[in-house]
C-alpha cells in the first residue's frame, strides 16, 4: 500500500514547480480533481470530474440543502402527485441559458427525453428508469409519466440537469456547455485546467467567489503539496494521515462506498464459493484503520448507508477469515487461480492503493490478482461494457438519490449498467420494489434484495468512506452530504 510521509510530501512540494496568478488571491479560487472531466455534456457519463464542473454551469429541477433535504430549485414548488403514474412539476418564470434560450417547460421536456432515449445511450441511466416520457402542460407546466408509481421521483429530478434544447444539438457542447447555473465556462485547456466564470446575469443568489479554476492532480501527494504551498484552496480526496498538517479539513460521512463487482457468469468467479471467499478473505476493518485513519466504516454486506431507504440491518459484513477463505478456495478447485482486476487511480480516495491491499489479501487465500490500471476514460468503458466482463471491477459507487433504487439499478440488477450477474429472481425483486407506494412492502422487497446479493455474494463490499478534503486558510465552506463542490456555497476571506 503506498503511503505518504510528511517528507515525502515535503519533497514534492519542493520538486513542483506551480504556476501562480490571479486564481491564488483576490476573488477567484482554484480546486484540484483527481480526475479531468471525461466531457461537459452533462448527462451522458456517470463521471465524477465531470459532475464537480457542470453542478456549477447546470441547475436541476430540484436541488438539496447541504444537509440532504429536496427543495425546488428550476421548480418553483415541490412537484405534485396528479395520479399514480403522473406527477406535476411548475417551473419557474423568466430563467433564461447562458446563451439567451428560454428555461421552460419545453427546455425540461426535451432534457427528460433526451436522457432517456435508450439511443443516446446515457450511464446516468438508472437516476431515471422508471420515466416513461414528460409532456408539456403549458409554457411553465410539465408532465412527469412513470411506468408505474415512482415514490422517489423527487429524488430523480434532483439529480436532472437541464439542456438548452438548440445548442445541445451543436456538436461542440459536450466541450462548451451552456447551462443556466450560476457559472459559465471560460476555456477547457485539455489535459490542465478548467475556468469558469461568475454569470453576473444568474436568476438566482448570486455566488461570493467570481471565478474558479479546476486543475486535474490524479496523485493526492501533488494536491497536498499544492494546497500546501498555496496554489490550491480546496483538493478531494485529501488522505486522512494529513488532516492536522493541511490549513484546515472537512470532512462529512459521504455517500461513497467502495466495491469490487465480481462477475457471477464467467470464469472462475462463476462458482459461489469463490466469491464468498474473497470476501472472507479482506480483512475490511484493518483498511478502516490503516488506509483511512478511522475515516470510514465497514460496510455492512450491501451497497447502502444505515440512512438509506431500504438497508437491511440484519445483514453484517463477512468477517475477515482466511482460512474458511482458503478452504472455499480448495472446494472450488481454484488454488493458484487468476483474477483480472481492475481499476483507476486518483478518480476516489485511496482507489488504487484498495485495490492493491484486495489483491494482496486474496493472494494471501490463493488467488492471484491480476491488477489493471486505466486512465479514468478508458476505465469507464471497461466498467460499463457488459459485453466483456472483467472477473473484478473495483469502483466507488455513490447514491445520491438516497434509495436503494438507485445503487440496485445500477449494480445489482441484471442489465443494470454496472451488474455483472443475471439473476432473474433479484432483478424481480428490484424491479417490484421500484413501483411498490407502500412503504412497508417496499422495505421488506428491498431486505430480500439486500440478504439474496449478499449470500450470493456478488460483490466484495469494503467500506462507507468520508468525504474528507483540504481548504485553504482563506477558503470558507462546511462541505456537503450528497458531496457536490457547490463554489455558490464557497465564501474566502
Not at 354 to 365: D, I, P, R, S
Not at 410 to 428: F, V
Request: hydrophobic share 40%; aromatic share 10%.
Amino acid at each position: 500500500m503506498k503511503q505518504y510521509g510528511f517528507l515525502a510530501v515535503m519533497a514534492i512540494l519542493m520538486a513542483v514547480v506551480f504556476t501562480t496568478g490571479a486564481w491564488a488571491a483576490g476573488d477567484g479560487i482554484t480546486i484540484a480533481l483527481g480526475s479531468e472531466p471525461t466531457t461537459l455534456d452533462p448527462q451522458i457519463r456517470e463521471d465524477g470530474g465531470e459532475r464537480a464542473v457542470n453542478d456549477n454551469i447546470y441547475d436541476t429541477v430540484l436541488t438539496r440543502s447541504p444537509k440532504g433535504e429536496l427543495m425546488p430549485s428550476l421548480a418553483a414548488a415541490m412537484p405534485t402527485i396528479q395520479d399514480a403514474t403522473t406527477w406535476e412539476v411548475k417551473l419557474r418564470p423568466g430563467i433564461t441559458f447562458h446563451n439567451g434560450e428560454p428555461l421552460n417547460a419545453d427546455a425540461v421536456v426535451y432534457s427528460i427525453k433526451r436522457v432517456i432515449d435508450p439511443k443516446f445511450n446515457s450511464e446516468q441511466i438508472s437516476f431515471f428508469s422508471t420515466i416513461k416520457d414528460a409532456v408539456k402542460k403549458d409554457d411553465l407546466t410539465l408532465q412527469v409519466i412513470t411506468n408505474g408509481s415512482d415514490p422517489i421521483l423527487p429524488s430523480r429530478l434532483y439529480w436532472l440537469k437541464v439542456v438548452p434544447p438548440v445548442y445541445s444539438k451543436d456538436p461542440k457542447f459536450a466541450e462548451a456547455p451552456i447551462g443556466t447555473g450560476p457559472y459559465r465556462l471560460v476555456s477547457w485547456k485539455r489535459g490542465q485546467s478548467i475556468e469558469l466564470e461568475r454569470h453576473e446575469g444568474y436568476w438566482g443568489k448570486k455566488p461570493d467567489i467570481k471565478a474558479v479554476n479546476y486543475r486535474f492532480v490524479e496523485e493526492p501527494g501533488t494536491r497536498l503539496a499544492g494546497l500546501m504551498a498555496g496554489e490550491f484552496d480546496l483538493i478531494t480526496n485529501l488522505l486522512p494521515e494529513f488532516t492536522r498538517q493541511v490549513p484546515k479539513s472537512v470532512n462529512v460521512l459521504g455517500l461513497e462506498h467502495p466495491i469490487i463487482i465480481l462477475n457471477a457468469d464467467s470464469g472462475i468467479t462463476k462458482d459461489v464459493r469463490v466469491r464468498q471467499a474473497l470476501n472472507y478473505a479482506v480483512d475490511k476493518e484493518a483498511l478502516a484503520r490503516g488506509l483511512f485513519e478511522g475515516f470510514a466504516q465497514v460496510a455492512q454486506g450491501q451497497l447502502l448507508s444505515p440512512s438509506f431507504f431500504g438497508y437491511n440491518d440484519q445483514v453484517k459484513a463477512y468477517p475477515y477469515d482466511p482460512a474458511l477463505a482458503q478452504k472455499l478456495i480448495k472446494e472450488a478447485g481454484a488454488e493458484g487461480a487468476t483474477v483480472e482486476l481492475i481499476g483507476t487511480s486518483g478518480r476516489w480516495l485511496k482507489d488504487r492503493d484498495l485495490v492493491e491491499a484486495v489483491a494482496a489479501y486474496w493472494k494471501k487465500a490463493g488467488i492471484n490478482a491480476n491488477v489493471r490500471i486505466f486512465e479514468f476514460n478508458e476505465y469507464l468503458n471497461r466498467l460499463f461494457d457488459r459485453k466483456t466482463r472483467a472477473d473484478a471491477i473495483f469502483v466507488t459507487a455513490s447514491n445520491e438519490l438516497l434509495d436503494a433504487d438507485k445503487s440496485f439499478s445500477a449494480y445489482y440488477k441484471s442489465g443494470g449498467t454496472g451488474a455483472s450477474n443475471t439473476d432473474a429472481a433479484l432483478a424481480g425483486l428490484i424491479d417490484a420494489a421500484r413501483t411498490e407506494n407502500d412503504v412497508k412492502k417496499r422495505t421488506g422487497l428491498y431486505h430480500q434484495a439486500v440478504k439474496l446479493a449478499h449470500d450470493q455474494a456478488y460483490f466484495v463490499w469494503l467500506l462507507n468512506i468520508e468525504d474528507v478534503y483540504g481548504l485553504s486558510k482563506r477558503l470558507e465552506w462546511p462541505g456537503r452530504v450528497d458531496a457536490r463542490l457547490l463554489v455558490g456555497e464557497m465564501k474566502v476571506n
